[in-house]
């Protein structure tokens, strides 16, 4: 019986910042995702930093969990690290097995991951919008799910989290919300969603800013219904 196969990237480098700790909320994230019932053997859970070569084994990964961000401010522009042409293997490989029916887990600040190549924003089925995009000071936050109208929902009705509320993200015309964080007027913003239309499976979760969001136990039972819907053939 084949072991599934489940790669954590963690955000280093050109996919870290300041205010998020991968490193951490990864550890986390594989705590939550080991622990899945697949009626198979454990799950091989693997967190792997962002480095170049990073994805070269790509087709061996059952599911690709993607916990990285933006940019160290200034990173980039000093020329630290690979320059983009050193990177630029890592995205196509990305995008081809994305497309040719990857399953990808999103969480956080992946919305605001890779944005020098705008096929990311399709794979992930929206995005964080520099100058428009944002999000109310950290704190108690209950996301509302469409509970009858996908089987990560099913009989769930809403997450409780200590957590970021991102707000105003674009999200593509064919994505699938699931889940709504409201603000601080009162207004409802798409949270989680489901992405097929790039030609493989996607969900994307706003939250996980640090380890305390993982202590939600409504926050680790979403995860665990995406990861086990992402992995259904």
Known sequence: M???????????????????DHAATSYRLALVLSGLDLGTDAPDVVVRSTFPDALDDLDDVDLLVVNAGSPWPGL????????????????????????????????????????????WEEVLGGRW???????PPFGP?????????????????????????YCRLRVGPSTQVLGWVAD?????????????AHGGRTVYSGLGHDVRAYDSPSHAELLRRAASWLLER
Request: charged share 25%; aromatic share 8%.
């Open 76 to 119: 980039r522009e000093a020329g630290i690290g690979p320059d983009d042409a050193a990177w630029a293997p890592f995205h196509a490989r990305l995008d081809a097995w994305a497309r040719s029916g990857g399953r990808i887990l999103a969480v956080h600040q992946a919305a605001n991951a890779f944005g020098d190549r705008p096929e």
């Open 141 to 165: 936050a209950t996301v509302g799910l469409a509970a009858g109208a996908h089987p990560i929902t099913e009989g769930f009705g809403a997450v409780e989290v200590d957590d970021e509320r």
């Open 129 to 135: 919008v520099p100058g428009t995009s944002y999000h």
């Open 2 to 20: 084949t072991t599934t196969r489940i790669l954590i990237l963690a955000g280093r480098g050109r996919h870290e910042d300041p205010w998020h």
């Open 184 to 196: 601080d007027d009162g207004e409802r913003h798409p949270a989680v969603w489901v992405a097929e």
